[in-house]
């Protein structure tokens, strides 16, 4: 009976897509924010080289861009079917949800001048929205980057806001605080997050009443 000459072990290539990068990517961004993002580390994740990333996306920001591209299909506009009002609304809260869905990407994708061709087609289907209320471009404008610096702000404060900030190197005792500043601490009994839907859709009617008495 002769030896047989030990084999070889074969390593499957990991099966790669520029889909499967770019979810792999996002869930990287969900669990460590975006200093987590790297090529080496999502080749590490996929069990490939970072160089093979490289095939599908030629930088970063292409990379960047397919994530933007995953938020904007997790947001789709609203169809017609909505009355104009109830279309907005509908858009901003899936917005927020989007947001909230990946806090770490928020920086991003809040900033994120929507220049590639999927970026301006969906801001042309949001536009098209105020394209209902029949009025000229100067009160669009207007009308839509007011609500866009409430948008901004709203969703940057639930997602990455004030209660995760840095805090002071010496925070004021909890005495001392409710002692000198009474008002502070009345207001921020009601800043939990179970009520910021309704802190949320609060200021959003507020604006959407405004429009529609100045369209």
């Known amino acids: 009976m002769t030896d ?4 070889k072990r074969r390593h499957r290539k990991p099966d790669l897509s520029a889909e499967k990068i770019a979810v792999e990517a996002m869930a990287l961004v969900d669990e460590g924010g975006l200093d987590a993002l790297s090529f080496r580390a999502l080749g590490k994740r996929l069990g490939c080289e970072a160089m093979s990333l490289y095939h599908y996306y030629p930088s970063k920001q292409h990379l960047i861009d397919a ?11 609203p169809g017609p079917d909505f009355p104009s009002r109830a279309r907005m609304t509908e858009f901003c809260l899936r917005y927020r949800a989007t947001v909230l869905r990946h806090p770490g990407f928020a920086p991003v994708l809040t900033t994120h001048r929507l220049n590639h061709r999927e970026g301006l087609a969906w801001l042309e289907a949001g536009l098209g929205i105020l394209s209902d209320l029949h009025v000229g471009y100067d009160r669009k404008a207007r009308f839509f980057r007011v609500l866009s610096y409430y948008l901004t702000g709203a ?48 200021g959003l009617n507020v604006l959407l009443d405004w429009i529609e008495r100045e369209s």
Request: proline share 11%.
């Open 4 to 7: 047989q000459a030990p084999q």
């Open 155 to 202: 969703v940057l404060d639930e997602a990455l806001g004030y209660a995760k900030g840095p805090s002071a190197a010496d925070p004021v005792p909890g005495e001392e605080y409710a002692r000198d500043f009474p008002e502070i601490l009345g207001v921020g009994a009601y800043f939990g997050p179970e009520n910021h839907l309704d802190f949320f859709l609060t």
């Open 67 to 77: 994530l933007v591209n995953i938020c904007i299909a997790e947001t789709p506009v």
